[in-house]
């Protein structure tokens, strides 16, 4: 037998065979590809497609040039799309696949690096640059290829698997079939990432940041996946095996009544209300939250219905998406946060250029702001599906007043322009924003009075406070949610909203953990917002505590010099926590 440590990511047991993930490396990793040997008719299918998206990737990505350098400048971008169609080239690549039997990634390879080194014997700048571009023209389209082929594979997975990858990015946990999908394992990735977080939400096992000595597991080799201890095993004894399957049937056993004792109305043991409600990417996941006793959606992430596809979704395809969910909740809270792109998850038909530092850049409702094409439709869709129903806005990644001045001043265009049209929609749409940057926190005070809520997004407020990169193990050390620079920042923000009379939530992954929630209450958050899996334990936990305890509880953390001193304190409390 051998083992595999990581972080447990996402708690449950998992057994089964493997699916080895490697969409960058798929010529090289040929059993990953269970369609079994090459089909030359089915690679020249995958060529056409790709060289096809590829070309729409361009026209794009032109366009954008022309506007930002002028149109001399961007030219260079229709010279790569004339690549794409240059018969030469193409007979040769259809050649390789239709007589040397490779697939198209290689084809490709091969054939573009034939003619980039037929141009460099040519002595002349000018062809020496073409070359340069042949090859960048290359990686562009082995890279779709990559994607296309990769993806295709979690569309169709049709039988259970546990899906081993170096790391799954966010299309390619929008793309799989998830009912198929028993474990995750990833060599990389934190607590946090967005493996990780997908898998909490979907209640999928995972392990996570594991190393890349996991990738040499192989496509169908039977594993067990431990989402409680971070351990992952292969090669097991069937005495093992079964062992782990009856844990398997007792917590699925377990969680059935689970779900039924979590339907209740969250107070705590001396009467206080407060929200407990979920984190969603979707209607399927709202139905889930739902059976998991959720009073309602304090975070839907609405980049899902982004990400997966080959151009913008248009405001139609948005409102019954939105309008799906709100109609599972009912008039249960519906909380909608705006487009939150850029960082770690990108578009691939929006070219967001490339970035020193993403996770700093042009993202979330920067971008939307910079962007009307992209925002206004999506305020449309969110207005329209407010009707008869409890959906409220919130927009992500505010660092100042006058971001959420701008953003509301497009919302009340937004509006103007449905009430022209005659088109429905609810004018008391309650807004409120994400406090996830630290400048928001410190001027929570100046933001209140302009919003109906906050909600506090720790899994960033932390990166960006603590300076580290959140899907970084090298610096997971100091990724804590319970070090008392956050703790002063949370306290503040609440504060400061009660003030002036608006309610905090939390959104972030510290709102669902058991540990932290005491201490939150106490600190007077009035809604937590977690993965649905958390909620039946977080209920009980707070219906166990009442509000003194809970505050003095808050005010010796608060004491604490360092976050170990937190948790100490915070573990050694009597409380129920499973
Ligand atoms: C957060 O930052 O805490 C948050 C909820 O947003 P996301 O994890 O989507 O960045
Ligand atoms: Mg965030």
């Known amino acids: 037998m051998k083992e595999y440590r990581g972080l447990a990511a996402s708690a449950g047991i998992a057994v089964g065979p493997a699916l080895l993930y490697l969409p960058d490396e798929t010529h090289s990793a040929p059993s990953a590809t269970p369609s079994g040997p090459l089909d030359p008719e089915r690679e020249t299918c995958r060529l056409e497609e790709a060289l096809a998206e590829a070309d729409r990737q361009l026209a794009n990505v032109y366009e954008r040039a022309r506007g930002e350098v002028g149109e001399e400048a961007a030219a260079v971008f229709l010279a790569h799309q004339e690549f794409l169609a240059d018969p030469d080239l193409l007979d040769e690549v259809k050649r390789r696949i239709a007589i040397e039997h490779v697939a198209a990634e290689q084809a490709v390879e091969l054939a573009f690096e034939q003619f980039a080194q037929q141009l460099e014997t040519l002595e002349d700048d000018?062809?020496?640059?073409?070359?340069?571009?042949?090859?960048?023209?290359?990686?562009?389209?082995?890279?779709?290829?990559?994607?296309?082929?990769?993806?295709?594979?979690?569309?169709?997975?049709?039988?259970?698997?546990?899906?081993?990858?170096?790391?799954?990015?966010?299309?390619?946990?929008?793309?799989?079939?998830?009912?198929?999908?028993?474990?995750?394992?990833?060599?990389?990735?934190?607590?946090?990432?967005?493996?990780?977080?997908?898998?909490?939400?979907?209640?999928?096992?995972?392990?996570?940041?594991?190393?890349?000595?996991?990738?040499?597991?192989?496509?169908?080799?039977?594993?067990?996946?431990?989402?409680?201890?971070?351990?992952?095993?292969?090669?097991?004894?069937?005495?093992?095996?079964?062992?782990?399957?009856?844990?398997?049937?007792?917590e699925i056993e377990a969680l059935a009544c689970e779900k039924a004792a979590a339907q209740q109305r969250t107070v705590t043991a001396d009467g206080h209300?407060?929200?407990?409600?979920?984190?969603?990417?979707?209607?399927?996941?709202?139905?889930?939250?739902?059976?998991?006793?959720?009073?309602?959606?304090?975070?839907?992430?609405?980049?899902?219905?982004?990400?997966?596809?080959?151009?913008?979704?248009?405001?139609?395809?948005?409102?019954?998406?939105?309008?799906?969910?709100?109609?599972?909740?009912?008039?249960?809270?519906?909380?909608?946060?705006?487009?939150?792109?850029?960082?770690?998850?990108?578009?691939?038909?929006?070219?967001?250029?490339?970035?020193?530092?993403?996770?700093?850049g042009w993202r979330a409702i920067r971008l939307c702001l910079d962007s009307p094409e992209l925002f206004e439709p999506q305020l449309r869709a969110l207005l329209r599906a407010s009707v008869d129903r409890n959906v409220q806005i919130m927009f992500p990644m505010i660092a100042t007043l006058e971001e959420v001045r701008r953003a509301r001043q497009v919302l009340d265009k937004v509006k103007d322009e449905l009430a022209q049209e005659g088109i429905p929609f609810d004018a008391q749409t309650q807004v409120g924003i994400m406090i996830e940057v630290p400048s928001a926190a410190l001027m929570a005070d100046v933001l209140a009075p302009e919003v109906d809520f906050f909600s506090i997004g720790t899994n960033d407020l932390i990166q960006y406070s603590m300076a580290c990169d959140r899907v970084n193990e090298k610096v997971a050390y100091l990724y804590d949610p319970l070090h008392p620079a956050i703790l002063r920042l949370i306290k503040g923000v609440i504060d400061a909203a009660h003030v002036h009379g608006k309610w905090v939530g939390m959104c972030g992954e510290m709102g669902g953990d058991l540990e932290a929630i005491p201490l939150l209450l106490g600190l007077g958050l009035d809604e937590f917002s977690m993965n649905s899996p958390s909620i039946p334990a977080a209920k009980r936990l707070i219906a166990s505590l009442t509000l003194p305890q809970a505050r003095a509880i808050a005010k010796e953390a608060l004491a604490k010099p360092t976050a170990d001193e937190v948790r100490v304190h915070l573990s050694g409390l009597d409380l129920p926590r499973s």
């Open 273 to 360: 209300r407060v929200e407990v409600v979920a984190n969603i990417a979707d209607a399927q996941s709202a139905e889930l939250a739902l059976e998991f006793g959720a009073e309602g959606v304090g975070l839907f992430r609405t980049e899902y219905l982004f990400l997966n596809r080959q151009s913008l979704p248009s405001e139609e395809e948005q409102y019954r998406e939105y309008r799906a969910v709100a109609d599972v909740l009912g008039d249960r809270p519906l909380i909608i946060r705006t487009l939150d792109i850029g960082g770690d998850k990108q578009l691939p038909y929006l070219d967001m250029g490339q970035e020193m530092n993403p996770f700093l």
């Open 126 to 250: 000018y062809y020496r640059e073409r070359a340069l571009d042949l090859r960048d023209v290359s990686r562009r389209v082995r890279r779709i290829l990559a994607g296309v082929q990769g993806q295709q594979m979690l569309v169709e997975l049709s039988e259970p698997v546990i899906v081993v990858a170096r790391d799954l990015t966010p299309s390619d946990t929008a793309q799989m079939n998830k009912k198929m999908v028993l474990g995750f394992c990833t060599a990389t990735g934190g607590l946090t990432s967005h493996t990780a977080i997908i898998a909490r939400i979907v209640g999928i096992p995972a392990v996570v940041g594991i190393g890349e000595h996991v990738l040499e597991v192989t496509s169908g080799q039977s594993l067990i996946v431990d989402g409680h201890k971070g351990l992952v095993m292969a090669g097991v004894d069937e005495g093992t095996a079964q062992r782990y399957r009856r844990q398997h049937d007792a």
